[in-house]
């Protein structure tokens, strides 16, 4: 099996090397690069083409938030976890709205942050879901109309949203459904393809965003 690979940016070397120490001592991760800056993660996520990367938000030269935007304009770019001190950082919930795939607090437990690097790999469930819509609820902005895309779901899809909006994984869906988890990622994976979303915690800004939460 390939590993995951990760790349780490954060300005203070030491805490690179705790999590770097973490992450290596798992059979399927790898670390195969990191950055002090936002700029620096350009060149080194550009060259290794990591799979996650972990971001800090609150760097010099260039901040995690910039860094996030422009790596997410790139084609097919990596997953993007903010690393934060703040379980309500208003920095976070803009680069999730840009399209950072969760968010992490730094003095995560070693357990939970390499489960979050597996979850945001696999895309079956949101990275700390409770925390994440608080999140949102914290920092809401003006509720859209709701886009003629979230029409053209069927009615067994808007379950299936409904859901996944409220950041119950694809295991958790499929025992409230009676459904595999096989089916229930085909859902998924066919909402976000309607709605024009690239993954879960998309679709929870989208709930947010439209009043569907």
Do not use: C, W
Request: no cysteine; hydrophobic share 50%.
């Amino acid at each position: 099996m390939t590993p995951i690979r990760v790349v780490l940016v954060d300005d203070q070397s030491l805490f690179r090397a705790g999590i770097r120490m973490v992450v290596d001592s798992q059979p399927d991760l790898e670390v195969v690069g990191e950055a002090g800056d936002g700029a620096e993660a350009l060149a080194v996520v550009r060259q290794t083409r990591p799979d996650v990367v972990l971001m800090d938000i609150r760097m010099p030269v260039m901040d995690g938030l910039a860094a996030t935007a422009e790596l997410l304009a790139d084609p097919d770019p990596p997953r993007i976890v903010m690393l934060t001190t703040f379980d309500l950082d208003e920095a976070a919930a803009r680069a999730i709205r840009q399209g950072a795939s969760g968010f992490l607090l730094k003095d995560a437990d070693p357990e939970f942050l390499l489960a979050a690097i597996r979850t945001v790999h696999s895309g079956s469930a949101v990275i700390a879901a409770s925390a994440t819509r608080e999140l949102f609820a914290q920092f809401a902005e003006p509720v859209a109309a709701v886009p003629d895309s979230y029409r053209d779901l069927t009615e067994r899809e808007r379950e299936i949203f409904a859901l996944a909006a409220r950041g119950l994984s694809n295991a958790e869906i499929a025992q409230r459904e009676f459904l595999s988890e096989a089916t229930v990622k085909t859902h998924i994976s066919r909402i976000l393809a309607k709605l024009g979303l690239r993954d879960r915690v998309q679709l929870v800004v989208f709930a947010f965003t439209h009043g569907l939460a």
